[in-house]
């Protein structure tokens, strides 16, 4: 049976903009000076323009996980919790999937698959799953699930494990960043998922603000209530800088600094300061969508409406053209082939280029790959039958 999932535009135009925002930081990484070695917010080594540059993509991961459980809860609506069951688990398995076989390989363009990333797919993938078995509950429960492990996630900071054992394992793919080296083999627990669950139960919650039955100004007042008291309370828990953060902010050389010290959150995993601070500022951003939608927004509605097309399309290209730049300036291309040696030795510790061409080539990435974007958009919407394109 096929079952058609309601889209909401506003929703769209969001999500299209963090992927051409995603596109930015990916594009960082593969050609700034030394940015696979580098922390871009170390406040030793960054500059204002690197760190915004970073900042602004930090919206990026909490907004796909967000509103991937808000299209859950949009699909649920018009199937039975059985049905939703399969759907979900099999899709998130069908992530984890794609994460370890497709995104290494066009990351690292290493066939041999000498390192690997679990990286934002796979942490939408394993809170899928999870959230396969949460909608059996009411959704009260689910709300007070994600309120748990969004809130409380950072009491277990001061749990570190260092070994390679199995409790070592799983704790790293709960809650604590970590990579296990050996001499031929690299493998990076980039996105512990503890909050990512909570993240995604939270956002399946707040689909429910996009029924029918609710409002259009009673949804508005949500949004700008709930984006603003988030805000808000990032700016307070900052500010005291007791609890919220695996990493306080403090005094720097100057005020400038000291400012980006204060937003200088931390992502991996993502503390409750970071999600406040991201989660709050698009909730605002998502009232103004409801009714303000300036030309631009259809342009991110294509990229909005075919994600996870664009998320592999773009990683490869950006991928591509730092090879063909290396190619192009005289230098061995295979330099680009990211195995795990070339990060244990570093080996890439002199490449890059300046922040402005960075710039260019992320505009130059993201008009090259809008027409074939448009082109799947517009494949997926003639062709809905097809129940496998839900998976793509």
Known sequence: ????????????????????????DHSRAYFHYG???INPTDMETTTPILFFTRFITHYCAPVFVFLAGTSAFMVSRKKSKK??????????????????????????FDPGYSKIVLQVIWAIGFSMVCLSFLVYL???????????????????????????????IIWYLLHQRHFIDSPDFRFVFGYPVIPWVGLMALGFCFGTLYEKEFVQS???????????????????????????????WSQQKNTVYTVLSFFNVTKYPPSLDYLL???????????????FKPKITGFLLVFGKVPLFFYFLHVFVIHAFAVIGLWISGEDWHRMILTAEVFQKKSLLDYGYSLWLVYAIWLVVILLLYPLSKKYM?????????WWLSYL
């Open 1 to 24: 049976m096929q079952f058609k999932t309601v889209r909401i535009d506003s929703i769209d135009i969001l999500r299209g903009l963090v992927m051409v925002i995603m596109a930015l």
């Open 35 to 37: 940015s696979f070695f």
């Open 83 to 108: 049905e939703l069951f399969k759907f979900l688990f099999t899709r998130g398995i069908w992530l984890i999937v794609l994460e370890v076989l497709v995104n290494n390989l066009i990351w690292t």
């Open 138 to 168: 009411p959704k009260k429960i689910i709300f007070l699930v994600g309120i748990i492990l969004v809130a409380g996630h950072n009491l277990l900071d001061g749990i570190v494990y260092k070994g390679q054992g199995i409790k070592d």
């Open 218 to 248: 009673q949804r508005k007042k949500w949004l700008l209530g709930l984006g603003i008291s988030l805000t808000v309370l990032f700016f307070i828990l900052r500010g005291l800088n007791i609890y919220g953060d695996l990493v306080p």
């Open 277 to 291: 601070i991201t989660i709050g500022p698009t909730l605002i951003l998502l009232y103004l969508l409801e009714d």
């Open 378 to 386: 517009q494949y997926k919407a003639n062709n809905k039958d097809k």
